[in-house]
């Protein structure tokens, strides 16, 4: 059990064991997503394939992340991470024996990918569940940027060292390494003791799994200001997801195949130093005004990005966005880790991570019809806005693009101005989670 009151001074070497053993885990997650794309494209030459398994990885995470959460904060996080590491080893190990046998269908492999998307549901929350209770608060901005600088690497990495093994291997030895991998995550963690934060034993007593659930919302509805930055980060992840599936065609529509892959790699480079500047300098956002006003900084570079169809100008807009994102996750995850009890740790970080994951699917049903018979048709020639806006943007066929990259800027800096008001504070007691039932 951790004493509330204990040493706020902890230095964040006993975190350094639990964050590789997440690097390790999300290197080995990547490598697999990437590589299985590839196999489904190849095997079956359907988009729609692919879709599936995107899907199969999401849906399931987003579903089970707020179980995972009370199971984190029930058992704590070192369990947690030992049991999603394990489960995915168990999830894909059928895939891995299938494909040597030559029998290897997509559906197969869908059904791995979601057994193990639940299993590594866990993972996260665990992740930063743990911070509180292995470091000082003044070390809680610089161990969140060292997991977004990871995040930011494998996002480089896993693509590059899965094309390579394709390249020259089969996906059978791409899984054998990513399973290898998890196997590897796990010894790190014998390494530290991860505290459990001590609960109230009444409410411990009286409560089921599915009320334990509940607590993460119960506090929010008390504590409002928490409740408006959830809204706002599930807004905000809904907006971004729109724009990550429009960058492409935005690209593509002016630019090269090559050129595409110039500006995604520029934007990895910037999360990547976006999160090296947190983690070297252990300074961040750690309020939600300050939070606010960096959120406001993506939305401006989001609407710089539409506002010309110039190869260098977009590049740009996307480094800055980029190197904005891991600020921003890092400070909601601080203000988290600061403000919310520690024994409910895992619970509403799952609750974010549901709330990021299950606006994808509506960003990917929304994005294409919206630009192709919304925004696009206002900016062809003859198109309402493209005599006017089209002046100022450039009118064609694919301008319509750059217009929703615009709009969408502006409901960026819309929520971080809504974000920013001040809201009337109530203080959380353990019993407003009993009398909220």
Known sequence: MIDPNANENRGISRFHPVWFSQCVAALAGGLMNFGISVWAFRTTASVTALALVGMSSVIPRACSSLFAGAMVDRHGPRRAIMLGNLGAIVAMAPSLFLFSRGQLAVWHICVSIALASVFQSLLWPAVLASIPVLVGKQNFVRANGILQSSNAATGILAPLIAGVVVLHYDIGVLLLIGLLMYVAAIPALSLTRIPHPEKNKELEQSRSFIREINDAWSFLRVERDLLRLVVIFALFSFVISIAGILLKPLVLSFASASALGTVISIGGIGMLLGGLAVTMS?????????????????????????????????????????????VVSSGIQTILQTRVPADLQGRMHATLTTVSFATMPFAYLIAGPLADYVFNPLMVEGGILASSVGRIIGAGEFRGLGLLYIVLGAVIVGLSLLGQAEPQKRSYRANDLVTSE
């Open 282 to 326: 252990g300074k961040g956002p750690t309020s939600i005004k300050e939070v606010m006003i960096v959120m406001t900084v993506a939305g401006l570079c989001m609407t710089m990005a539409g506002s010309r169809p110039m190869l260098t100008l977009i590049a740009i807009a996307t480094f800055l966005y980029s190197l904005t994102m891991p």
